[in-house]
């Protein structure tokens, strides 16, 4: 349950020199790089669901089923917390695109779409190697393939391997969530700068005596989880 401190190394520097390597009493190549770190912390998050004694007699795969809905439940709470347009979570991960570049609040077009890219992409970005990617909500979705389907070329939206020009986009009502559920967005980022740490696994346990006298028994799932940017990229 304690913090984990990750090195970030940054800002490298390098030079062509002559043979000699020097020049007499000066040195030619300055020193370079910065060593950050980023910390995670636990924050505890909890699902909690009661079932009669008879339901658990009568079909012993419901408590599977609960733990799988509940898991999914839990990461859709983390996910909400690291894409919320509030800086900062109650008890939580705070957001990882509050303080990120905004593209203005017009409609979803090509030249937004290429304008986010290369504003991230301008940011010494490694095209080769950064995981790159849209996030969308349903209706930013929903725009962004109208327009690449009236004005690029084939293979510009990918439905099957789940591209738009070349990088994958994921679809979650939990983008914008705070914004108006009715208006389009869209994030274009590079997610290898996001560390997402989950400290000691998930938690879960049957709590059949609380609400005992009730005939009522309690399945609880906790875990510790922590998200955040290394950047402002």
Do not use: C, W
């Not at 913090?3 to 062509?16: T, W």
């Not at 007499?24 to 009661?50: C, F």
């Not at 879960?204 to 609380?210: A, L």
Request: proline share 2%.
């Amino acid at each position: 349950s304690s913090d984990r401190k990750f090195p970030i190394i940054s800002d490298i520097a390098s030079a062509f020199v002559t043979e000699a390597g020097y020049t007499t009493g000066t040195t030619v190549v300055a020193e370079s790089g910065k060593l950050d770190d980023l910390t995670l912390s636990p924050n505890k998050i909890i699902s909690l669901v009661q079932m009669s004694a008879e339901l658990m007699q009568q079909n012993a795969a419901v408590e599977g089923a609960l733990q799988a809905n509940m898991a999914a439940s839990i990461m859709a709470e983390f996910e909400k917390a690291l894409l919320q347009n509030a800086a900062t979570t109650t008890n939580g991960p705070d957001s990882i695109l509050s303080d990120a570049a905004a593209d203005g609040t017009g409609a979803i077009s090509i030249a937004a779409l290429a304008t986010m890219e290369a504003k991230l992409l301008g940011q010494n970005i490694n095209q080769a190697t950064a995981r790159t990617a849209y996030i969308f909500n349903g209706n930013g979705f929903g725009a962004a393939r109208t327009v690449a389907g009236a004005n690029f070329v084939n293979g510009f939206f990918d439905p099957i391997n789940r591209t738009l020009n070349g990088h994958k986009y994921f679809v979650t009502t939990n983008l914008n969530a705070g914004g108006g559920s009715t208006k389009d967005a869209a994030l274009f980022g590079a997610f290898d700068h996001l560390h997402i740490g989950q400290f000691g696994g998930i938690d879960i346990v049957y709590d059949p005596y609380t609400l005992g006298g009730r005939g009522i028994g309690r399945l609880i799932v906790t875990t510790l989880m922590d998200g955040q940017r290394r950047e402002s990229v």
